[in-house]
C-alpha cells in the first residue's frame, strides 16, 4: 500500500483538515462503532482488486447483469389471524405487484405449539399466522398456485412439518414437489444466538436441518432448504461486523453439518441461502452485503473445496432493520425504510421486504404495507440505481469499509473456532454476551444524547397524533382453537397413531432421515404440535441460561 | 428503604425478543438494584413463584408479542392470589395507549413503559415507587 508519510492525504488533514474544529456531541463512528476518517483516498484501498460482478469472488454481486438482467424479488412478509385472513392479504399483495410470497407465523407455531396448548393461550395469531396442520395451510394457499408462486416461510424449530404441508399442499394442487420454489428458513443456529425461537436440543436440531437439506436436494431441488439468517441477530442487537461473522459461521456450520452426513458440498451448497437486515448506517451495510458474498465465495472454495461456482455464490434476502423503527412520529419510519432499502439495493439484494411505518406500534395495516412495497417500486422504477452494477464500487470508503467488515468477520471466525465452533460457542453464551454488550453500548450512547434518533431523542413532538393500528380479533384465537381441535375430530385416528409412532422410532435411531415420516404425518393431519410433542419426548427440550 | 430495590426482570408467553428485558436488567443493576432476570418462555406461574421466592419489590414484565392483555393480567391477578399484591407491576414492550391504559386502570399496574422509554426513566420511576 501507498502509505508512506507526508502523503498527500496526511497533508490535507494536517493542514487542511485540522485547522477548523470538528462538530462535538455526536460520534463520527458508524452505528456498530467502527470508527471512520474524516476522508478515505487511494492510501487506504489495494489497487486492482475489484473484480467483476458474475466472477469469483464476487464481491461486486452474484449476477453479471444484476438488475439490468432481472429486478430483486419484492417478497413482503404477511401473516395474522388465521390462515384465511392471511390468504386474503396474500391476494392483495401479489394484485398489487408483489413477486413473491413470504409468511410470517404466529409464536405457537414458531414453538411447535398447537393453537389450543395452554403456552398458546393469548398468542394465537398475534404476531403471525396460526397454521397447526395440513387442513390450515391449504386454506392459507387456497386460489393461490403454487406452481407460479415462490414462498418463503419463516420457521425454524418446526421448518420440517410446515414444509411437509407446504409439499401436500402442492400434491393436492396437482403440482410435482419437485416443481415447488421458495425458501424455508429453518436456521436454528441464530435461534439459540438471537431470536430464541427453539424447541430441541443443538444436536437434533442440527440433524432435522441436514434431514431437510438432504431430502430437498432429491426431492425438491427448487426449494432453498436453508436461509441462514443475521436479520435476527442484528435485531437482537448486534452490530453490523458481529451480523456478517455469525451468519456466516453459522452458514459454515451447515455445510460442515452436510459434509460430516457425508453428502457432497456442490449437491447442497447452491441451494442454501442467506439473510440479511438492512439498518441505518449506509455505507457500512453496503459494505457488509459486498464483504459477506466475498468472504463465503472463498471459503466456499478454498476450504470447503466446492468445484461448482454455484456454490460460491451467495444470494440473499433482505429486511428493513425493524429496530430503526419508531414509535414517535411513524411517519417518519418511510424515510428510514427508503433509505435501507437503497443500501439493499446497491449491496446487491436478491429479495427485499420493505417494514411499514406502523410496525413499532403493532402489525401493519394494509395501508402501510402498500407505502412499503411501494418505497421498492420507486427505488426500482424512478431513481435509477438500478441501471449500473455496483456504483459505489471503486469508492475509497466502501472499498475500504467492506476490507474493515470483512477483517473483523475473520477476527470473530478464530475466536469461534477457538471455543469449538458454532454450537460450544452457543452453549457458552459467546455470541448472546457479545450481541447483550453492543446493543448496551448503542443504547447507552443514545441515551447520552450521542445518537440522535429522529423524533425519540430530538425533534420531538410534544402531542403524537394518534395513528391507526391493525388490531387482532381476540376471536380469532377461539375460531383457531376450534378448528384444530374440529380437525383432531374428524381425521383417521389409527393413521395418527401410526403415523407419530414411526416418527418417534425414527427419531430415536440417528441415520434415518425424518422427512418421509413427516410428510407421512402430515398427510395423515397430524398437528404440528403432535409431531413436535413426539420429537420432544424422545430429542428432549433446550433450556438456555439467561445471561445480561 | 433499607437495603437495595430487588427487581426480578420476566419474560412472559413464547416472546423471544429479549433485546430490551436485557439492557433494562443491566441498567437497574447498574444503578444499584438487586436484578434477578428470568430467562425466556415463562408462564405467569413461574414468573409470580419467582417473585415471591426472591421476596421482589417489583416485576418488570417485558413484551413484544401482543399477548400482553391476557398475560399481563395474570400475573397481576396471581400475585394478588398470593398475596404479594405490593409487587409492583411494571410492563415494557409495544404496548397499544388504550391497553396502557386499561392495564392501569382496571389491572393496577404501576407504569407502562413504551418505545423510546429510557432506561433513566425506568430506574427514576422504580427509586421513587419502591421508596414510596
Redo the contacts between chains.
Sequence with gaps: MATTEGTGTDRWREERYEATPERQGELFSTISGVENEPLYTEDNVEPGELGFPGAYPFTRGVYPSMYRGRLWTMRQFAGFGTAAETNARFRYLLEHGQTGLSTAFD??T??G?DSDHP?????VG??GVAIDSLDDMLTLFDGIPLGEVSTSMTINSPAAMLLAFYACVGERQGVPVAALRGTVQTDILK?YIA???WIFPPEPSMRLVVDMIEWCAREMPLMHPVSISGYHIR???STAAQELAFTLADGFAYVEACLERGLDVDDFAPRLSFFFNAHLDFFEEIAKYRAARRIWATRMKEKYGAKNPRSWLMRFHTQTAG?SL???QPEVNLIRTAIEALAAVLGGTQSLHTNSFDE????PTEHAVRLALRTQQVIAHETGVVNTIDPLGGSFYVEHMTNELERQAYEYFERIEKLGGVIPAIEENFFQREI?EA??RY?HEV?QQQRV?VG?NRYKLEDEP?IE?LK?D?ALERKQVERVQAIRARRDSAAVDAALARLREDAAHEGRNLMEPIMEASRAFVTMGEMCDALREVWGVW?????? | MAGKIRVVVAKPGLDGHDRGAKIIARALRDAGMEVIYTGLHQTPEQIVETAIQEDADAVGISILSGAHMTLVPRIVDLLRENEADDVLVLVGGTVPADDADELKSKHGVAAVFGPGATTTDIVDFLKGAVAA
Design positions: 409464536m405457537p414458531l414453538m405449539y403456552r398458546s393461550l393469548g398468542e398475534r404476531e435461534e431470536q430464541k425461537e435485531e437482537a442487537g429496530v419508531t414509535a414517535q413499532a406500534l403493532a402489525l447483550a446493543s448496551f443504547q441515551e434518533v425519540v394518534p393500528i387482532i381476540p433450556r438456555e441460561t439467561p445471561v445480561f
